[in-house]
């Protein structure tokens, strides 16, 4: 009975500290010119703030990513921000994350709103959503973008081969010198402060949990042993 009542307070408190780590749902409100509600489901990203950028059509949103698995889903209505063809067909928006360009995955589009997944880094701090027409913007066009001056995709796959140049650069450096291999920058991951505080606290419970069950078992070894 008694290691029953240590372990309870061991695993409430590895229940809080895995729902603290995961992630988190909820919404933002957006005023441009009104007030507008985005709903968004993030994992392993804290969401800080919105605020509209009237010159580039789009929202800059204020995050905090702790995991290289970080996702945020966010759900844009399209009275708010939209991104739309000259026929009026849906267009790509244009994301940017810490100024870099990035794809996305867009999960649901209806007549009100669409739903976007967006992959991001450790530390990344700021993310950029660009269309053709945000709420009470003097500057909204109809189906073109005032960003670039080459189509959308042709961007990202630029991008994404520059990024594929880079790490493959720094692979071959870090292989011809092995002590670049040692160096924690060139570990495979990036774990922010708040993470090594969560791991930390679940290291330590799982410790006592350990303990707890030693001792137990040591009880229950002299007692049969006075037998």
Do not use: C, W
């Amino acid at each position: 009975m008694a290691d029953l009542k240590l372990f309870l307070p061991v695993f409430f408190l590895l229940s809080l500290s895995f729902l603290s780590v995961y992630g988190d749902t909820g919404s933002l409100t957006a005023v441009s010119g009104k007030s507008y509600q985005i709903d968004y489901d993030a994992k392993y990203v804290q969401v800080l703030g919105v605020q509209p950028n009237k010159e580039d059509q789009g929202l800059i949103f204020s995050i905090q990513a702790t995991s290289p698995v970080a996702t945020l889903e966010l759900t844009l209505p399209r009275e708010l921000i939209d991104a739309t063809k000259k026929d009026g067909s849906d267009d790509g928006f244009i994301v940017l994350v810490d100024g870099t360009f990035t794809s996305y995955v867009e999960k649901n589009s209806i007549q009100t709103s669409r739903t976007i997944l967006i992959q991001l880094a450790p530390e990344n701090k700021e993310l950029e959503i660009i269309g053709t027409h945000l709420a009470n913007s003097e500057n909204s066009t109809t189906g073109t973008s005032q960003i670039p001056s080459q189509p959308l995709q042709t961007q990202i796959s630029t991008n994404q081969t520059q990024n594929t140049q880079t790490q493959q650069n720094q692979t071959s450096a870090a292989a011809q010198n092995p002590i670049m291999n040692t160096s924690p920058q060139n570990l495979p991951f990036n774990i922010a402060g708040k993470q090594i505080i969560e791991y930390s606290v679940i290291a330590s419970a799982i410790l006592i949990l350990i303990i707890v069950f030693a001792s137990s078992k040591k009880s229950k070894t002299r007692k049969h042993i006075g037998k």
